[in-house]
């Protein structure tokens, strides 16, 4: 097997005296979309937000892509789109407002119809220019995901996409993940939501507590046999 994109060694994350990630070890590859799979409070967001290089780790090594996150964070945050799990977006600026400045602050050229292919699969085009201050739960959930795609990332970052998100939204980020996967980029998601894991992912790595109980191909964790087994590594 090639070499990961993201390769997570001993990974530690303390706040205070919370330890809210406990030595998890995270590979993940090219062409491939794996889940971070666990109940609220696993470390999911956590192990996301040191990917996306917005908090340092405690302890242990984050590489991406060859990258070291401590010495090369902004390099990573080049190659990477991430969708955070709550916030991230301008209340008083429009989708569309929100696309061109990601595509001024990233340099893209002839990104329009891509913005504009991707608002329409998201059910967007009709708001494009209604500020998201009066968009409900699942719009922004949707609009935080056109805006990880739209450069089309080496390293894809979806941080509890499906939450709140009608089918609609379901599919389009099913099909997002499918086109990052088929131009061979890495894509990490991270849900509570153990059907639409496997469903989006090809690999699981189940979560509890801040540590890593297992890994296993989404396939093992498919059915009622899959459910009865995710629910005996929580318990």
């Not at 409070?41 to 070291?68: F, N, Y």
């Not at 429009?94 to 061109?100: K, S």
């Not at 050229?109 to 085009?125: H, I, N, P, Y």
Request: proline share 4%; glycine share 10%; aromatic share 4%.
């Amino acid at each position: 097997m090639s070499e990961p994109v993201v390769d997570i060694r001993s990974l530690h994350v303390r706040f205070g005296e919370v330890e809210a990630v406990a030595g998890i070890d995270v590979q993940a590859y090219a062409g491939q979309a794996t889940a971070l799979l666990g109940r609220n409070g696993a470390g999911k967001s956590t192990t996301m937000r040191v990917l996306a290089g917005l908090i340092p780790p405690t302890a242990g090594t984050v590489v991406v892509d060859g990258l070291d996150m401590r010495k090369d964070t902004l390099a990573i945050k080049r190659i990477s789109g991430y969708c955070p799990d709550v916030g991230g977006l301008i209340p008083r600026a429009t989708p569309w407002e929100h696309l061109q400045l990601s595509a001024r602050l990233r340099r893209l050229e002839d990104w329009e119809d891509r913005a504009r292919d991707l608002l329409e699969r998201f059910e967007l085009g009709d708001v494009a220019h209604r500020i998201t201050g009066g968009f409900s739960h699942g719009m922004g959930r949707r609009l935080s995901v056109v805006l990880a795609s739209l450069h089309q990332p080496k390293l894809l970052l979806l941080d509890e996409p499906f939450d709140g998100v009608d089918p609609i939204g379901v599919d389009a980020t099913m099909d997002v993940v499918a086109d990052a996967r088929a131009r061979g980029a890495c894509i990490l998601i991270s849900t509570h939501l153990r059907e639409l894991a496997i469903q989006a992912c090809t690999d699981v790595l189940v979560l509890r507590g801040g540590s890593r109980v297992a890994s296993v191909e989404s396939a093992e964790m498919a059915g009622e046999e899959g459910a009865r087994a995710y629910r005996a590594l929580l318990d």
